[in-house]
């Protein structure tokens, strides 16, 4: 079975710190995502990586940035955190569509993050 | 752009009565369509998917889904639900092409009445 590993499930911070959260998966997948998820708002794609050191925007962005220096490692990092960033954050990975893959994603089980 | 309409925040339907999630797209290219489902402090799993052929897809737990180009619609259904079905389900398209990124909908909170 695919497994992606969000190493923290709940974290809590202050305003200002500067916070990681990190992702691993073990299938080889070529693509990463980061989504943040809120109630009434359903996920929001922060982040994806298709590739070691490339990295796209998506949606939402501002206020984070991105790393994956393996293919297997995806970390999400905050700044500078700030309450409105309080949130759950949700990985995935996908192997594309190369090879007549369909490009379902297979998600971590999420980190809890409250910005104090 | 791509876009998820889920019609309904919160569906509660009784022990056995017939389970109706309501997803609208929107996509410029032929979509693949996905319902994923969410479990209290879980992550997201693959309920079931559309990609081509057969418009009516069949997944996990006795969930279908019907894809109707002429509606852009995915609904998705239960001819029974059961207490293990209450969670959050998401209806997600994305883009045949590419990266693969998947557009969500904001989700329906599916309550199970005894």
């Known amino acids: 079975d695919v497994k992606v590993t969000q190493s923290s499930r709940y974290l809590v911070k202050r305003t200002g710190e500067k916070v990681f959260l990190e992702c691993v998966q073990d299938?080889?997948?070529?693509?990463m995502f980061w989504y943040r998820q809120d109630p009434g708002l359903g996920l929001r794609l922060i982040y994806f990586s298709y590739d070691v050191k490339m990295k796209e925007k998506g949606d939402i962005p501002e206020g984070y940035s991105v790393s994956r220096e393996k293919k297997e490692r995806f970390s999400l990092i905050l700044e500078s955190a700030s309450t409105n960033q309080t949130s759950m954050y949700l990985c995935?990975?996908?192997?594309?569509?190369?090879?007549?893959?369909?490009?379902?994603?297979?998600f971590g089980e999420g980190s809890r993050l409250t910005v104090l | 752009a791509q876009s998820v309409t889920q019609l309904g925040s919160h569906v509660s339907v009784s022990e056995g009565a017939l389970v109706l999630l309501r997803c609208n797209y929107s996509s410029s290219v032929p979509p693949y369509l996905f319902w994923y489902v969410q479990y209290p402090n879980q992550g997201l799993q693959l309920l079931l998917k559309y990609t081509t052929g057969a418009t009516l897809v069949k997944g996990i737990n006795g969930f279908e889904a019907e894809f109707k180009k002429s509606e852009t619609s995915f609904h998705l259904t239960k001819p029974s639900a059961h207490m293990s079905d209450a969670a959050e389900y998401f209806c997600a398209v994305s883009e045949n092409q590419g990266a693969q990124k998947l557009v969500f909908g904001q989700g329906t909170r599916l309550t199970i009445n005894p």
């Open positions: 299938m080889d997948h070529e693509n």
């Open positions: 995935a990975s996908t192997l594309g569509l190369a090879g007549g893959r369909t490009g379902e994603l297979f």
